[in-house]
């Protein structure tokens, strides 16, 4: 049996450092897409597909505005910050604002058609018959001030109604107009010109992202050696989700950081030698490397955010070593028989801790998923470090426990299993229960994705300056429209337009930008020549050539109708792109400001119309999942009474659950007494918080009813090193990681506190 054991031990020896190698050689790949984190979707495909464009496109897009004293400083720091990120391919150049030469092959691809194409303020006059007012402005534009007096485009369009269909285009919103090719604001004394493009490469990989933010950092710093006063304001999904990442991983370090040295620290005070805390370590760090080539394997990369988790595991991990090496205190034995003694409570704590991470791997999210096998991985590595390398590196020799130790271990023992304390039990569960029930009157949900994320200050506000003074913004609402086929989805945009025209007179939406606005449909087309020329040319063209002098000439034979394709292939609108995403499938762009509920009803009932509001949709997913939480709890507990009866039968295994279960009911309204909402987060901190606490449980349940000092001090140093994991995520930056990090502290501590309760009172 020796000779297996040592085999077993040098095989799983082997198996570490072969992930710790394998790791070395492929290295490393750190996600920071936030829609990595995201559910897979529940979305039909059309929905899906348009999210996923919306996404693409903000993910890619930068815009950066570049200003200074002069035009001509500013234009020159603007081409030495266009050129420096051209190099290497970090940032590919494009233009938010056409230029005029696509303004003229826009132009001269539109013409043709312009019997089919009216503004539509033009179109309504028409429609309710007056074809006077236009005539009227015909005749004031051509003799008024700086009249226009092009004869040979009064012949084609003598009521120049093309050029207003041009100028009633509906492009983003923006201050910002062509001064020597450059898009130009000028505001406070200063002039700003506009560089915008996409992020070179993959802008949601963590090493572009850097690669980018870094490139920008530094050519801006070498511009301003030549323009001291140059300034740059950045607009771009890519600094906001390099700043994310690089917070991620800075918090992750510290959390992994922080959590190391306090369990260390705490070990070394308890058992003041060395070999304990340096085997502890050893097991946490085989836990480490194989949890994370386990998620590399299985994702092919690992999010920040599941790396932040993962450091929270040297405080989950250890307990199986704090559990082997309190044996310490437990009288002269061998290091065999201190594994002996523990390894049954530990083996359940682990089956049942990973039956919790069971149901964290059910969560919707994929980042979830991450966090999940990482932590399950990592636990099974740890269990196998202490039962394995244990029994033969430890030297340790038993001592006494110390009496400033052993107080607070039989002071706690006593609270939570002596009869003679029932009464103060009682009262101290009474007033839980009452705190709770007024906590329960204040619990609110609160599961808006925009207050469960941090974003970097200093880049909002370099939006905001941004967006004031160019108009510009990077929004994510949209409607999308579903039809059979281009024609069909054309024409409901235009059913769309008739709806949310009253929206936007009553200041409930800023306005749209959809293909239809660009490109009437076909149907519209034939329409507005019909119109054109029952309510215009047949009333009023006869007179309005003899006024102007303008000779009869032969008609022109009708065009076939303009195409959305003609029009993006002029290059002159690329937000025809995007919100072309197939035929028969269109994004309509809404810009702010937004009435999610007033959009609902306008859009209500009409066909292949329906509003995407990613944050939105999130924050209502989320919420949804919130109460699936409590499922995965339920099925939890459910899962662990049968494996738990195996060992105390099924009195026992409701006793074992109790008080895991009592810290899971408990914390929601505790928490909401210090005014901290219930999250989805926090419901999913509840799930871990059952699959530790139970830990706690079985500790004591295997010590029996006369309590055992060391296994009492082994569950409160579990319950002190997790603390320093978890809970130190209430430090973060990041609102869904605070709330896990407190739910997790307060659901831990009640369970630790409750545990005793669990000792059997009988044997098995």
């Not at 979707?41 to 004293?69: E, F, M």
């Not at 696509?102 to 539509?120: K, M, S």
């Amino acid at each position: 049996m020796s000779r297996l054991r040592r085999i077993a031990a040098l095989v799983w020896l082997g198996l570490v450092l072969a992930a710790a190698g394998w790791l070395g050689w492929h290295g490393v790949t750190l996600a920071t897409d936030l829609t990595a984190l995201l559910p897979a979707g529940q979305q039909d495909p059309a929905l899906a597909a348009a999210t996923s464009r919306i996404n693409q496109d903000l993910a890619g897009r930068v815009v950066l505005l570049v200003g200074a004293d002069t035009p001509e400083r500013t234009r020159a720091g603007a081409a030495r910050l266009r050129d420096g990120l051209a190099v290497g391919g970090v940032f590919v150049p494009g233009r938010d604002v056409p230029d005029a030469e696509a303004l003229r092959r826009l132009a001269a691809t539109c013409f043709p058609h312009r019997a089919g194409l009216l503004a539509e303020p033009d179109r309504q006059r028409l429609a309710a018959g007056q074809g006077g007012a236009l005539v009227e402005r015909a005749l004031a534009q051509l003799f008024g001030v700086g009249g226009l007096a092009d004869a040979r485009l009064l012949a084609q369009d003598p009521f120049l109604l093309f050029p207003a269909f041009l100028s009633s285009l509906p492009l983003p919103a923006s201050r910002l107009a062509l001064e020597e090719g450059w898009p130009t604001v000028h505001q406070d004394g200063q002039t700003w010109v506009l560089l915008s493009g996409r992020v070179g490469g993959n802008p949601q990989a963590m090493a572009d992202q850097r690669r980018f933010v870094a490139a920008t950092q530094a050519v801006v710093d070498a511009a301003r050696a030549e323009f001291p006063e140059l300034r740059l304001l950045r607009l771009g999904a890519v600094f906001y989700a390099e700043a994310a990442g690089r917070q991620g991983m800075d918090e992750g370090s510290l959390i992994g950081l922080l959590s190391g040295l306090g369990t260390i620290l705490l070990l070394g005070a308890v058992f003041r030698r060395a070999g304990p805390v340096l085997l502890s370590l050893g097991a946490v760090a085989a836990a480490m490397a194989v949890a994370v080539a386990a998620t590399v394997a299985a994702f092919g990369a690992i999010h920040v955010a599941a790396l932040a988790f993962g450091g929270s595991l040297i405080g989950v991990g250890v307990d199986y070593a704090l559990i082997y090496f309190a044996q310490i205190f437990a009288g002269p034995c061998t290091p065999r028989q201190r594994l002996a003694r523990v390894w049954v409570g530990a083996l359940l704590g682990l089956l049942t801790s990973l039956i919790g991470y069971a149901a964290l791997a059910l969560a919707p999210l994929p980042g979830l998923r991450q966090v999940a096998l990482f932590s399950a991985v990592g636990l099974v590595a740890a269990f196998l470090a202490m039962a394995l390398w244990f029994p033969l590196l430890d030297r340790s020799p038993a001592r006494p426990l110390p009496a400033a130790l052993a107080r607070p271990c039989r002071a706690l023992w006593r609270l939570g299993a002596d009869p003679a304390q029932v009464r103060l039990r009682r009262g101290i569960l009474a007033l839980l229960l009452l705190a709770a029930g007024l906590g329960a009157t204040r619990l609110e949900c609160d599961d808006d994705i925009r207050r469960q994320q941090a974003l970097d200050p200093a880049l909002k506000a370099e939006q905001a300056e941004l967006v004031r003074l160019t108009g510009l913004s990077l929004g994510g609402q949209a409607l999308v429209v579903t039809a059979a086929d281009s024609e069909t989805a054309l024409r409901r945009e235009e059913a769309l337009a008739e709806r949310l025209a009253p929206l936007r007179e009553a200041g409930q939406l800023g306005g749209w930008h959809g293909p239809a606005g660009f490109v009437p449909s076909a149907a519209r087309q034939a329409d507005n020549a019909a119109l054109l020329e029952r309510a215009l040319y047949a009333p009023h063209l006869a007179a309005y050539r003899a006024t102007i002098g303008l000779p009869d000439l032969p008609p022109v034979p009708p065009a076939p109708p303009l195409t959305p394709e003609a029009v993006r292939a002029t290059g002159a609108i690329p937000l025809l792109d995007l919100l072309t995403i197939a035929p028969g499938l269109h994004l309509v762009l809404l810009d702010p400001p937004f009435d999610p509920a007033a959009l609902r009803g306008a859009i209500d009932g009409l066909d292949g119309v329906r509003l995407l509001d990613p944050t939105a949709d999130l924050s209502a997913l989320l919420a949804t999942y919130r109460d699936r939480a409590v499922g995965l709890l339920a099925l939890s507990a459910l899962l662990m009474v049968p494996l738990l009866a195996l060992r105390y039968r099924w009195r026992g295994a409701l006793r074992v659950l109790a008080p895991p279960l009592l810290a899971v009911v408990l914390t929601p309204p505790l928490l909401a007494l210090a005014g901290v909402p219930f999250s989805f987060f926090a419901a999913m901190a509840l799930v871990l918080t059952l699959a530790v606490g139970v830990d706690y449980s079985v500790f004591c349940a295997e010590a029996g009813p006369a309590g055992d000092d060391a296994t009492q001090l082994a569950t409160l140093l579990a319950a002190l090193t997790t603390q320093l994991s978890f809970g130190l995520l209430v430090f973060s930056a990041v609102a869904g990681l605070r709330g896990f990090g407190a739910t997790m502290l307060l659901g831990l501590a009640l369970a630790v506190l409750a545990a005793p309760a669990a000792a059997r009172r009988s044997p098995p």
